[in-house]
T-cell receptor, first 114, second 109 residues
């Protein structure tokens, strides 16, 4: 089944403990992106990637890192999580490298940082 | 700064009533605009994109460049339309995607 998967789906951690949220797509999409969803703020883009080894900042990149070593995977790394990074995170992918196409979303990862 | 604004956090209508979810944007170029929908316990999914000019599930949206708006409309709301709706914009060169704050639509029987 063509889809975007994220792991883990739920995560509770403590301040400062490095974590990685994985994102994988099996649709051979060029564009991948990470968003966080917060009440009243909608979705805000963290980072996006238009191709392998090409990543760029979205609107809220502070405190996050990403890498795109292979086409299908786009992990989100929090080197030193803080409570203000408690949020619902979504990964998405799109066929066209510019992202000017339908975004296919993962199921979301709910992160709590204590 | 480029921005997408959805002025209503919550819109509540009765079944069969017309619905209009507002979306205004600020961008000086030629943006591409989308409406995404999130039904309860489901993933975000594309509802409409302005470039395709399709009607999906009875919804339509027209890009008004003069008013910088992309309002979503449906003449007769159904209970199954209850969901969270997001308007989104992508720059003409691609890459950065901006979402509005979202509007929760509640259709009452």
């Amino acid at each position: 089944e063509a889809q975007v998967t994220q792991n883990p789906r739920y995560l509770i951690t403590v301040t400062g403990k490095k974590l990685t949220v994985t994102c994988s797509q099996n649709m051979n999409h060029e564009y991948m992106s990470w968003y966080r969803q917060d009440p009243g703020l909608g979705l805000r883009q963290i980072y996006y990637s238009m191709n392998v080894e090409v990543t760029d900042k979205g609107d809220v990149p502070e405190g996050y890192k990403v890498s795109r070593k292979e086409k299908r995977n786009f992990p989100l790394i929090l080197e030193s999580p803080s409570p203000n990074q408690t949020s619902l995170y979504f990964c998405a992918s799109s066929f066209i490298s510019t992202g000017r196409d339908t975004q296919y979303f993962g199921p979301g990862t709910r992160l709590t940082v204590l | 700064a480029q921005r997408v604004t959805q002025p209503e956090k919550l819109l509540s209508v009765f079944k069969g009533a017309p619905v209009e979810l507002k979306c205004n944007y600020s961008y000086s170029g030629s943006p591409e605009l989308f409406w995404y929908v999130q039904y309860s316990r489901q993933r975000l999914q594309l509802l409409l994109r302005h470039i395709s000019r399709e009607s999906i599930k009875g919804f339509t949206a027209d890009l008004n460049k003069g008013e910088t708006s992309f309002h979503l409309k449906k003449p007769f709301a159904q209970e199954e339309d209850s969901a969270m709706y997001y308007c989104a914009l992508i720059y003409n060169q691609g890459g950065k995607l901006i979402f509005g704050q979202g509007t929760e639509l509640s259709v009452k029987p």
